[in-house]
């Protein structure tokens, strides 16, 4: 192998190595300790007689928990609320109200998570959140207060569960009754809530469970729909209400549920936009409610106003961690605080026991619990029961380990303590312990890897300087060359810029709007236009102003008006959509129709002996079109009934009937008819082509058609991987391809233009660096039950449809498959003066032509533009290392560095070495054939 | 499509770059025009950030006023009189009764001066305006902005070039496609150019001033490019061309 391609193949190999190692450094994976933990014996019992006096007495035996997805506080609390009843609960001092603070990401699964193990769920469980069916991820195996709750009373704990399947993922076999209900179509406000509340009546009747959980996805759809101020919220918001009074009443009327704690809470809030997963106020501030008649004994002193002002934003009443549930239910349900738990036993409830001795050991026990964590984190300090000199200040010039050790050096000093102090004291001492330790845990900063982030880091700047030196050396002054490494720089730089981060999408929409008026700027030099502002370029950047405008993306100005929301394609307008979708299938359909009716007619469009190019004949075009119309019909249909179900608002200008007719259509065969047809199509030209090319002499070249046809029907799928709304987007696509075509663009400008439009693209699709904006409608398609790999791919081709298409389309410009060989003889070309310009044009076609058939056939051509694919990528990821290493003390780490690097992965992993390269890879080597 | 019109094989007459005029005055005010303008930009740059429109009208009249009279007193001006005008006349005309030296002042530069505004309103403001919305510009509101942008990056780079090279086809073909040696003025061109591209840099970074609103930072960064491209182009780069490849 030439020393380039050394260099080429192992920078890629390095790629993923750089990757995860950086990941496992960045993310570490959080050593959880097994096993149930049970009422141990306690220290200083000498003096406080626990042994005899027993654990505190339970005050629940009977736990309802009601999770409304995306509850945010002023849902329950504010002023605009539909929860009146509630509201009337917390006058009365029955119900006690918190914000729980959920820490960032803001998605369902890892904060079930932290409500039931009281921890702090990593980071990488967002990418498990994704692949739900891993079983690392479940919580079978690891100490929650539904397992405690099972394992009471000898094993005699039954649970119920009714709502999202999330939980019956995470706690495989729990449930003695269940009914799952998952999230598929956002668009379904109803369905999912009266598949959770039908159950209720029944349940509340029943005796033999110890704790229902419900989980009601139907807010948060609305969120995501409508935003928190939509039309259906307050509804809903009644509906959720109305639930609260049944069973509020049940548990004040029915004896069996005497003793019943009656839980509401969200699991994450929303942000202006209806959408979560960030770290925005509205995101990480749902409600949390604790309701039972026995709680008017606490809440007497307490702040009973309602509805409420709030402190901050949507901070209502006191401000309570997620990780708090945990140890609260195991005080007030009898039960040892679940292991891995770093929450902290909510003050109020203390004041339920009226011996101070058990408030002692309720907080006692919570310390010894959360201490076993610190020590486990902390090896090297002392955290044990020897009285050493007390301290009263942990101050500054500590480490936040030796912080915690001085703090708890003060609970054993005041716990073993003879002389008589106030028991309030005693509390306040190990609350300092409890909220120190949650509070150092939960910032992971000591928790990094440095060593893996460094070694990380070098290898993927390694794979970077591989790459670098499998470049060719060209002239030494490109301007594509500057511009290319101008890229390069200016993102490298900007990564460091968390608002760049989140705005990424303006960086590369400015960088492609200087190129391709460069592009214009270059193409002046030749021919002047007498009417330039219809020049390829500049046609270019107008459309490139369109797709900018398609989806607003980022933070900051992800409200603001763009084409997918303005009323072009709403209501009874969305015929203007559904037309440009329709344009674009049956463009499509007829590129697709060309290509087998030229395998039909078993031409390989060879030039004639008189120098024509032959065409198809109109009835092998017929028939190429009746065998791939079907394909290009039920792709369509398809896309409809999806879309009628999904985003109905897009459909409501179409006739009834066709929609009534549509909805009723089974998707996943529908899907699974396109897929299949379009694998049929792919075996039927690669089968053609085959033959065609051995049949073909060794001396006569193909013309790479079949690199055409395959992208063509790679499109189809790409397009049945997007949103109704985005596909007319395709249609510019192919204007911008067809105008690339024209200009005359070196290879390296044809690389640069496939990044550029690729990083463009992903983003005007609505794609961000933030993990809300990841779209999972599409990657279901055709997927029954539940398939890690076939969802991750279409989940992967969904999100970066873009990026692949211009990837493709970079191969195909770059070897010129599929244009039209004229074979111009230029030395036969009349010579006189009157045709002189024509003359110059056909010998600039002439070379053009073969400047191209000679690129398709060497590989060297291939190498540079993968070289400089791997240039980019590595050096981003360079970038993007540093910058969470360099930044990872920075308050946005999990907020928007994180996340930019789970993103930095998929574009490395996926996107580069899955897509750039190997599928690029494939489509290049069957375009030589 | 559009026709594509050939430029025939003509030999290449390579271009000469633009000398401020041998005049005292000209040498003295070619270097403190920069430093008016920015002066001006400066002095004015508070009310730009707190009402954009009214505070960039007013001081695109100032503008066009600093620049017509730095095209009359520096530049060399168009047309066919590529030199300056007292060298045109012929020697049987003078005994004619010279024209007054305000008459040819007038017809010699103050006509061009203002030809040169008037083109620069005309024309240039709208090609920029539609150049701006291509690179991203607010399309549906801001129309008032983006035109004072337009405008000003106009009376910056259109006012002197016009007032050199007058409206020649192939000239302005070359000064779009960079083929023009620098010099002071095309310099300021490219300055103004690039420094407006770069202004677009701050407007997202989160700091939430007043002063990433639209257009404030594009047009603050024209002004700096024109005053560092006017220096640059008139002094190291003179005479060089841009290279393309």
Not at chain 1, 168 to 187: A, C, I, N, W, Y
Not at chain 1, 261 to 285: I, K, Q, R, W, Y
Not at chain 1, 542 to 548: A, E, G, N, V, Y
Not at chain 1, 677 to 700: D, F, H, K, P
């Amino acid at each position: 192998m030439a020393p380039q391609s050394l260099h080429l193949t192992l920078a890629n190999l390095l790629i993923p190595v750089a990757i995860l190692t950086f990941a496992a450094g960045f993310f570490p994976y959080k050593p959880f300790m097994p096993g149930l933990a049970t009422f141990e014996e306690l220290r200083w019992d000498d003096k406080w007689d626990w042994q005899r006096r027993g654990t505190p007495e339970r005050k629940f035996d009977r736990l309802v928990f009601m999770v409304v997805d995306a509850l945010r506080s002023d849902f329950v609390y504010g002023n605009g609320s539909g929860m009146e009843f509630t509201q009337s609960l917390i006058r009365d001092g029955a119900a006690l109200p918190f914000t729980a603070h959920a820490t960032s990401p803001t998605i369902t699964m890892p904060r079930v998570k932290a409500i039931t193990t009281g921890s702090i769920p990593s980071f990488l469980d967002v990418i498990l959140n994704f692949a739900e069916s891993d079983t690392t991820s479940t919580l079978a195996a690891q100490d929650t207060w539904l397992a405690q709750l099972r394992a009471q009373d000898g094993g005699k704990g039954r649970l119920v569960m009714y709502g999202d399947d999330t939980w019956l993922k995470l706690f495989p076999g729990f449930f003695e009754r269940q009914d799952g209900t998952s999230s598929f179509f956002v668009s379904d406000f109803t369905e999912v809530d009266n598949n959770v509340t039908r159950h209720v009546p029944g349940e509340l009747l029943n005796t033999d469970w110890n704790a229902m959980i419900m989980h009601y996805l139907g807010l948060d759809h609305i969120g995501h729909k409508t935003g928190p101020l939509g039309p259906n919220m307050i509804p809903k918001q009644v509906e959720m209400d109305s639930i609260v009074r049944d069973i509020y009443t049940a548990i004040e009327n029915e004896e069996h549920l005497e003793n019943t704690l009656f839980v509401l809470a969200g699991d994450h809030g929303m942000n202006e936009g209806g959408n979560h997963g960030g770290s925005a106020p509205g995101e990480t501030s749902p409600a949390l409610v604790f309701m039972s008649p026995k709680l008017k004994k606490i809440t007497e002193f307490t702040d009973r106003t309602s509805p409420a002002e709030p402190k901050g934003e949507f901070e209502y009443y006191k401000k309570v961690e997620q990780s708090d549930i945990a140890p609260t239910l195991a005080g007030l349900l009898g039960f040892p605080v679940p292991r891995n738990n770093l929450g902290v036993f909510i003050e109020e409830f203390l004041f339920l026991w009226d011996d101070a001795s058990d408030r002692i050991q309720l907080l006692l026990r919570n310390a010894e619990q959360v201490k076993k964590i610190v020590e486990a984190t902390y090896p090297n300090l002392y955290f044990g029961y020897d009285r050493k000199d007390f301290k009263t200040d942990c101050g500054q010039s500590l480490s936040d380990g030796e912080k915690l050790a001085c703090k708890w050096s003060g609970v054993v000093d005041i716990m073993g303590t003879f002389a008589t102090i106030h028991p309030r004291l005693r509390i306040s001492q190990l609350y300092w312990f409890l909220r120190a330790a949650q509070e150092t845990m939960s910032t992971t900063a000591s928790n990094y890897d440095v060593s893996k982030l460094v070694l990380g880091t070098s290898i993927a700047f390694a794979a970077f300087s591989l790459a670098f030196f499998s470049l060719n050396r060209t002239r030494p002054f490109s301007f594509t060359g500057i511009f290319f490494t101008l890229t390069l720089l200016l993102y490298g730089v900007l990564m460091f810029a968390s608002s760049y981060v989140e705005e990424e999408q303006n960086f590369w929409y400015w960088m492609t709007s200087a190129w391709f008026f460069y592009l214009f700027m270059q193409a002046s030099r030749e021919a002047w236009q007498s009417w330039f502002i219809f020049h390829p370029a500049i046609v270019l950047l107008f459309l490139h102003r369109i797709t900018r405008r398609w989806n607003q993306t980022g933070q900051k100005f992800a409200g603001a008006p763009d084409i997918v929301h303005s009323s072009l394609f709403r209501g009874s307008s969305s015929v203007v959509l559904w037309s440009l979708i329709g344009a674009c299938y049956m463009d499509i359909t007829m590129r697709l129709a060309r290509h087998v009716a030229r395998s039909v007619a078993g031409k390989d469009d060879p030039p004639g002996k008189d120098g024509k190019v032959e065409e198809t004949n109109e009835g092998e075009r017929l028939m190429g079109m009746m065998a791939v119309f079907p394909l290009g019909a039920t792709a369509f249909v398809f896309k409809l009934a999806f879309t009628v179900n999904d985003a109905p608002e897009l459909t409501r200008g179409i006739a009834h009937g066709m929609l009534y007719w549509a909805a009723s259509l089974e998707l996943v065969g529908l899907a699974r008819m396109v897929f299949g047809g379009i694998a049929l199509v792919t075996g039927w030209m690669v089968l053609y082509e085959w033959r065609a090319s051995r049949a073909r002499m060794s001396s006569e070249q193909g013309n790479g058609n079949l690199a055409v046809s395959l992208f063509d029907l790679f499109t189809l799928f790409l397009i049945t991987q997007t949103k109704a709304e985005n596909i007319p987007l395709y249609l510019i696509f192919r204007m911008q391809t067809f105008l690339l075509s024209f200009l005359d663009l070196s290879p390296t400008a044809i690389s640069l233009t496939s990044l550029l439009l690729g990083q463009t693209t992903f983003f005007a699709l609505g794609n961000s660096n933030a993990i809300s904006s990841i779209d999972l409608s599409n990657s279901y398609n055709g997927v029954s039950g539940y398939n890690v790999l076939a969802v991750g791919a279409l989940l992967f081709a969904s999100n970066w449809a873009g990026p692949i298409y211009w990837s493709l389309v970079g191969v195909l410009l770059l070897g010129s498959h599929g244009r039209k060989q004229r074979h111009i003889a230029t030395g036969e070309l009349d010579a006189r003066d009157w045709v002189a310009v024509e003359r110059e044009h056909l010998i600039k076609l002439a070379e053009r032509e073969k400047e191209g058939a000679e690129r398709r056939q060497d590989p060297g051509a291939w190498r540079q533009h993968v070289g400089l694919l791997t240039l980019f990528i590595s050096g981003a990821t360079v970038a993007v290392m540093l910058a969470c290493t360099v930044l990872r003390q920075h308050l946005f780490i999990w907020t928007v560095f994180s996340p930019k690097y789970l993103f930095a992965m998929a574009w490395g992993v996926g996107h580069h070495l899955g897509v750039d390269v190997l599928l690029g890879g494939c489509l290049w080597w069957l375009g030589t054939w | 499509m559009a026709t594509v019109v050939q430029e025939p094989a003509r030999p290449r007459v390579p271009s000469a770059p633009i000398d401020i005029l041998n005049t005292d005055l000209a040498k003295l005010y070619t270097h403190i025009h920069p430093v008016l303008l920015l002066s001006v930009y400066a002095f004015k740059f508070n009310s730009i950030v707190e009402n954009p429109v009214t505070a960039l009208s007013e001081t695109l009249v100032a503008v066009g006023i600093l620049q017509v009279v730095f095209s009359a007193i520096c530049l060399p001006p168009t047309g066919g009189s590529a030199t300056p005008l007292g060298d045109k006349r012929k020697p049987g005309e003078k005994k004619k009764g010279a024209p007054s030296p305000v008459a040819s002042a007038v017809n010699g530069t103050v006509i061009p001066a203002f030809l040169a505004l008037v083109l620069a309103i005309i024309a240039g403001i709208p090609i920029l305006g539609v150049l701006l919305v291509l690179f991203g510009a607010p399309i549906s509101t801001h129309w008032e902005h983006t035109a004072l942008c337009a405008a000003h990056i106009s009376f910056l780079t259109a006012i002197p070039l016009t007032y050199v090279h007058g409206v020649d086809g192939s000239t302005w073909r070359e000064i779009v496609s960079l083929e023009l040696p620098i010099d002071e003025v095309y310099g300021c061109l490219i300055g103004t150019m690039l420094g407006a591209w770069l202004g677009a840099v701050p407007i997202p970074l989160d700091w939430d001033r007043e002063w990433q609103k639209w257009p404030i930072t594009i047009v603050t960064g024209a002004y700096i490019g024109f005053a560092v491209g006017k220096s640059v182009g008139g002094t190291l780069l003179k005479g060089k061309t841009v290279l393309f490849g």
